[in-house]
Each structure stands twice: as structure tokens, then as C-alpha cells.
């Protein structure tokens, strides 16, 4: 099989990125709104070495690149996908991406309707890492198009969608939950397909030894991409430039907030990322009452599994005056979910509670 990337092809230089216009800074939260599947990390170099999770969605038109077969709940039955046709191209076409010197391939898994590639970067690149996807992609639409040249309609269509969607790994913590987020893709999408009520019944989880009310989709908890959207006036100017990018970084890889969001900053940070197509987990005061249901956008929200609201269970029948420690209680949780590993969460009841 013949090699992906040639020298050749990546031989001319992008322009020079300090000869852009420079634009005006402003707080995270109000950054102006570009489509999410057509931007790129503007803080980050795409031609130095790094890890990256692509996730490459299929052409509507295109065949689908798998099925997907196995028990969630049956270790001796697991989860997994049968690749088609299709997707057996693209699954030599990613094992062919380790002959080149400059990638490796950590791990990658192939869904009916997309799929999730953890790739490596190792040695600074002539071209933006994107140009080397976009290789790919076509690598893998004209061999599908050789190959079964009697498809109606097969030299019109590409296996793809336009475009694709990163998330840029920044620390080893990061990279470990995205290829633990690839491995268990297949049983996470068998669970929703086959137990809908593990995403909207009133549920329990243990975190950090306090018994917390859930409710919506608890799989949020094991996603890749958390960040803490805490916004302090305290911050000193390197604190909120961290904070700022890992927000930035979370909301352009439609990846999940986690906060009370009870200030104006965090509510509008709340908005972006659920208007770019992420996820939120709002962390609430008062708990969440055994019957409860959601209602407006956070109904919507949670029947699209892209919210779980944890709730702090209440101490007494009356709703609870909102006081400074317990607002300090709540940033802490969301910071302590950021930045620990899913394993570190127990999920204590499924079915209904009686209080």
C-alpha cells in the first residue's frame, strides 16, 4: 500500500501567522460565535509536535462505517464494532499512518457514523497538522471509490463530512481520558440505544465521600474534555489566562462546562459551549427532588444527553438561603470533577428514591 504523505506534498509553507491582523482581546466569555467544525485552536501551533482526538463524521450519503454488536453489561460479551466495507478501508488507511515518520496512531475507533482517531504528532511539520488530515480523508474516499466503482453515484460522494472536529491533548491526565474515551465508545453507545432510562431517571452518585442527587446523562462524567467554568475576580492575571484557554480549548471541542453557573460570566460561558454543541453539568444547590424533570433548554438538553445536573442534597424541606460557603462549596466541586478521572465517581442508584 502506498505511503499516505509524501514530502513532496508537504513541501510548501503556510504564511506567516505574525503577519495577521491582531484582534481585540476580551474575556472568554465574550468571544464572538464562529462555527465550531471549521475552527482551529488560534493559540496553538498545528505544526508542532503534539496528541490530538479527531473525530471524522460521515457523509450522509456515504455507507455506514460499521454496526455495532456485543453487550454493554456482559464482560464476556463486550461492546464492539463490526466494520463494513467501508470501514475496512479506513481501518487500513489509519494502520497505514504509523509508516510515516511523523505520526503515531495511539488508538482509534470506527462507529457506524464516525470516527475517533488519537494521533500523534511527533516531529515539527512543513504544514498546519489539518492539511494531513484532509490527505487522509481523500486517501480514503478515492480507494473506497476504486474499490466498488459499481456504487451508484460513488465518484459524487466522499465517505465524509466536510471539515473535522480536534481536541488538542495538553497533558498526560488529558490523552489518558481520551483513549479511554475511544475504548469504551462502542459501549457507550449500546448503553443509550439500549437502557435510555440510565439518561433521565433521578439517580445517586458518591463523590468525594457526599452522597449527590443526579440527574441526565451520568456518562458526562467519563467525557474527555472537562473544564471547571469557575470565574473569580481573584484570579491573577497568569490564573485567568490558564483558565481562559482551557474554557476556549472546552467550548471549540464541544466539550463539557461543569459549574453552578450562578455568576453572569459563568452563565455566558454556560450559553457557548451549549450553542457550539457541547455539554454542561450544572451543579445545583438545593438538591434534585425524586420526581424531579427539568424544563425549557435543560429538558431539551437532557433527552440529547448532553447535560447531568448534580444536586447538593437538601437539608430541609424549605429552599435553602444561597450563602457565600456554599457557593465556595459548589466551585470547589466542579473543580474537584475537572480534574479527577471518572473511576473516582461511584454511581450508587439507578431507580427511583425514596427519601
Known sequence: MPMIFSQEQAANQLPDKNNQPDKKQRPAYYKEHRPHNCR???????????KYMINLTKDPAAPAYSRLAGDPTDPQNPARTLLSPAGEIINRMITDLNTYPDFEIENHVIMPDHVHILWRVKYDLPKDFGYYVGLFKSRCTKIWRETFPEIPNVRSTSLFAPKFNDRIAFSEEMAIRMNNYISDNPRRRLLAIRHPNLFNKAQRVRILDIELDVFGNFHLLKHP?????????????????????????????????VSPFISKPEQ????????????????IPDGIPPRYKPSGKEFTLCAEGRCLLIGMPRQSMHKEELRRNKCLLLNNLARWIASHPSESLTLISTGSRNR
Open 40 to 50: 482551529r485552536a488560534t493559540f496553538h501551533d498545528y505544526r508542532r509536535p503534539g
Open 225 to 257: 474534555q472537562i473544564a471547571a467554568a469557575v470565574v473569580s475576580s481573584r484570579y491573577t492575571p497568569e490564573q485567568r489566562a490558564s483558565y481562559e484557554r482551557a474554557w476556549e480549548e472546552t467550548i471549540r471541542g464541544q466539550g463539557v462546562l
Open 268 to 283: 455566558e460561558l454556560m450559553h457557548r459551549v451549549i450553542e457550539e454543541g457541547g455539554s454542561i453539568i450544572r451543579l
